[in-house]
């Protein structure tokens, strides 16, 4: 992992424990960018401070959150950021405070399936996840870490593919890609699909809205193109 200026473009440090890292993120409510935590391939999540200086020429993680089964696949910072829900590849949902290595909540059962990517709702308190069985799956946040049974979002396809979705600035429609090339629209309210777009020939794997024009939407997709509709 490595973080850079973004204003000289130059690297300024380095982070590795040897193993892959699937997922990164800042800290939300740190804007000078000190700490961040990652979900790696060897099942754990590390959290570093770039504040520190190195361990001879390694810098280690300051904390290590080490209770998944396999490979972890998405970190989605919760509850006025206090907590963030991270996701692996056996099949469970897990609830940490930030800088506390001990779950505080567990979700699995057997018919889940792996949950591949994450988005947060912007105005309730509330996680959309890309589950591998070709749905959208909704957990609620705060005192209550649960499924909302009552939402799930159908009518695309992800199967093999760790296809980003993306919530309106409104919280009113959700975004998500297409293994077959499509960009899908749903009413957050109904769940109810409002269009499926032809975005390309090959998978499209991300999606995003305008931060403050939520009529504009970039996809990206295997191919390498990015557009930008309206």
Not at 100 to 112: A, Q, T, Y
Request: charged share 25%.
């Amino acid at each position: 992992m490595k973080v850079w200026d973004t204003e000289t473009g130059v690297c300024v440090g380095r982070y590795s424990t040897g193993s892959t890292p699937h997922v990164v993120r800042w800290h939300p409510d740190d804007p000078s960018g000190s700490e961040f935590v990652a979900g790696m391939h060897d099942n754990k999540i590390v959290q570093f401070d770039v504040r520190l200086p190195p361990n001879g020429e390694k810098k280690n993680p300051i904390q290590e959150y080490d209770h998944h089964l396999g490979p972890v696949n998405t970190i989605t910072f919760c509850d006025a950021n206090r907590r963030f829900i991270s996701t692996s590849d056996d099949k469970s949902l897990r609830a940490w405070e930030f800088g506390i290595p001990v779950p505080i909540k567990l979700i699995s059962d057997p018919g889940m399936f792996p949950l591949v990517a994450s988005a947060p709702h912007p105005t309730k308190a509330a996680v959309l996840m890309q589950s591998a069985d070709n749905t959208i799956k909704v957990y609620n946040t705060g005192e209550k870490i649960r499924g909302n049974r009552k939402k799930e979002f159908r009518g695309h396809n992800n199967a093999g593919y760790a296809i980003d979705i993306a919530v309106s600035p409104d919280g009113g429609v959700v975004a998500s890609g297409d293994s077959g090339g499509y960009v899908c629209f749903w009413d957050y309210k109904t769940c109810k699909m409002w269009h499926k777009i032809k975005a390309s020939e090959g998978a499209v794997v991300a999606t995003a809205w305008h931060p403050r024009e939520s009529s504009k939407v970039v996809t990206g997709d295997l191919d390498g193109v990015v557009k930008y509709w309206d």
